[in-house]
């Protein structure tokens, strides 16, 4: 089985920008996988796992945002700047960072290469707080907060889900 561990945010993590937010929510879970995993590859099998498919399919029911491997793909390799539900706030060659359609949530994707042709898959979000109408205090949201033991779940389903994706496409051929 694959360790999903969580952790600190790395310190040059374009998710770090959230952590400072006091009223913010952060995670980050990190794997390794025993082999080189281009940034690129790894962002690809994410999003095309079968459980990220039925996420992608939900959305696209539910907000009428539909998505395709191919263009999970081309998000990878930098060519589109939004897929599905989510649009680029920012990239860097080992990370990427989306924001949701509506501004409340990030998920990010960093990948880092060791000299021991290890590769450290990372995976993180954030929830944005919004103004409360009647208090006027910044906070998460009843939703938000309900969600996030199954949001906890499901960030490591989804990574693990991405390394035995990897991990199959690194078999070796007869």
């Given at each position: ?28 879970y ?8 281009p ?39 930098g060519?589109?700047?939004?897929f ?32 021991a042709?290890t ?25 938000y ?30």
């Amino acid at each position: 089985m694959v360790a999903i561990q969580t952790c600190e945010l790395p310190r040059d993590a374009l998710l770090r920008r959230y952590l400072d937010d006091r009223d913010a929510y952060t995670d980050c879970y990190v794997t390794e996988l025993a082999r080189p995993v281009p940034h690129a590859e790894y962002v690809a099998a994410f999003y095309t796992t079968a459980v990220f498919k039925l996420e992608r399919w939900l959305l696209s029911w539910l907000v009428a945002r539909p998505s395709t491997d191919a263009q999970a793909r081309s998000l990878a390799c930098g060519e589109l700047e939004s897929f599905a539900a989510w649009n680029v706030e920012a990239r860097a060659p080992d990370q990427l960072l989306l924001a949701d359609f509506r501004g409340r949530t990030r998920s990010w994707l960093m990948s880092t290469a060791s000299r021991a042709h290890t590769t450290k898959l990372y995976f993180g979000s954030a929830v944005v707080p919004v103004v409360d109408k009647q208090s006027g205090q910044r906070q998460l949201g009843s939703s938000y907060r309900l969600l996030l033991g199954f949001h906890r779940l499901y960030s490591r389903v989804l990574l693990r889900a991405a390394v035995k994706r990897l991990e199959r496409s690194n078999l070796p051929t007869a």
